[in-house]
């Protein structure tokens, strides 16, 4: 079984930082991407950020350059540096990967989402 466990959401000023983190656990042999999405209220899920095994990331055009996904494959953890947040950046996050387990090739697992609100 896999859990994707995060932490590091709240309340956050914009133009300040947040570091969003998620750790995987459980039978994993492998981990080929991992990544960050978020849904506002009343919108649908929209990918934010992905990293793969390499340290190929992947952006959304609405956090580019402001937003710095990384890995740690270690720890099995990636991390969200949120930098010059802006008030529609406020959403759940959710952490995904895609995990190969001793039992199962390859699936697609989900966080239990984190509140990240941007306001003065």
């Known amino acids: 079984q896999v859990q994707l466990v995060e932490s590091g959401g709240g309340l956050v000023q914009p133009g300040r930082s947040l570091r969003l983190s998620c750790a995987a656990s459980g039978d994993i042999v492998s981990i080929r991407i991992m990544g960050w999405y978020r849904q506002a209220p009343g919108k649908q899920r929209e990918m934010v950020a992905t990293v793969s095994s390499g340290a190929v990331t992947n952006y959304s055009d609405s956090v580019r350059g402001r937003f710095t996904v990384s890995r740690d494959n270690a720890k099995n953890t990636v991390y969200l540096q949120m930098n010059s947040p802006k008030p529609e950046d406020t959403a759940v996050y959710y952490c995904?990967?895609?995990?190969?387990?001793?039992?199962?090739?390859?699936?697609?697992?989900w966080g239990q989402g984190t509140q990240v609100t941007v306001s003065s």
């Open positions: 995904n990967a895609a995990i190969a387990t001793i039992h199962v090739p390859e699936d697609d697992y």
